[in-house]
């Protein structure tokens, strides 16, 4: 008889529609893996806790809003995801949680695809929670930073977490910048015609963490000018990834996984 497949699972809450399961499914399913991966709704931290330890979960990714809360009942946390002040990621070694944060390795790794980081400056759009993430993990690659963001204090606190300039949202100070960055839902569906900035200098790079729709309107608007651009889909795509290869100790078949996210979009 199959031995019971090992489990792991998204938790959050509302959980909605999370392309999570079926990403990481067929990654299983394409590497012959006996493990499987489902959504889990869980209001509370505790209850979700307590039930991967029950049902002994190998894995959980954390998501919104889960992902300070739940740091309080881990045995671990990697010094990058205490430096971001989350986790999306826990991985249950026989009992024992230890926490990471995937989420800025797989902006940074999205990043590295089309640009090196040595010596260059980046402004981020946004100071919420993925642009902590982001933020720590370009001051960990030496990349220099300044934090816009339409509530000029909360730049201000994270800045002052990173060591950074910040300011309100305002395109005439990013024209010195080689990467640009939105981490704001402005743009994302239902509001496809809004872009958090339309003036985009020529020749840097744009990044947005926005996913649906695939080309938002900020990466349009970066196209005609001539700008090398990122979609969210890589960032999303690379923290799944790592969390694969935690999950399972194996490298993720990354073209396989890529697919699916695709075809979960379309
Ligand atoms: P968050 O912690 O709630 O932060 C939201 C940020 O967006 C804040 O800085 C907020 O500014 C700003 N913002 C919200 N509405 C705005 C508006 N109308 N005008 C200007 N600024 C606005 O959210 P988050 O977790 O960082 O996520 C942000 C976005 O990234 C979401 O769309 C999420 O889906 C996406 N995301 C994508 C990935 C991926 O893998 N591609 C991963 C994580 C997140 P204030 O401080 O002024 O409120």
Known sequence: MKNNPTICAVIGYPIGHSMSPAVHNAGYEELGLNYSYKALEFQSS????????????????????????????????????????????????????????TDFIGAIR????????????????????????????????????????????KAKLLASSLSCNYSGINPNLIKNYDIIINTTPIGMYPNEDMSIINDIPKGCVVQDI????????????????????????????????????????????????????LEELS
């Open 46 to 101: 505790l209850l979700a806790i307590n039930e991967m330890k029950k049902r002994n979960y190998r894995g959980y990714s954390v998501t919104i809003p889960h992902k300070v809360s739940i740091m309080q009942y881990l045995k671990k946390i990697n010094s990058v995801a205490l430096d971001i002040g989350a986790v999306n990621t826990i991985v249950n070694e026989n009992g024992i949680l230890n926490g990471y944060n």
């Open 210 to 261: 926005v996913y649906n729709p695939l080309e938002t309107k900020l990466l349009r608007i970066a196209k005609k000018k001539g700008c090398k651009t990122i979609s969210g889909i890589g960032m999303f795509l690379y923290q799944a990834v790592e969390q694969f290869k935690l999950f399972t100790g194996r490298e993720a078949p990354i073209e396989k996984m890529k697919q699916v996210i």
């Open 110 to 153: 999205s990043i590295k695809e089309v640009i090196t980081l040595k010596d260059k400056k980046a402004v981020i759009l946004g100071a919420g929670g993925a642009a902590r993430a982001i933020g720590f993990g370009l001051k960990n690659e030496g990349v220099e930073l300044l934090i816009q963001n339409r509530t000029v204090e």
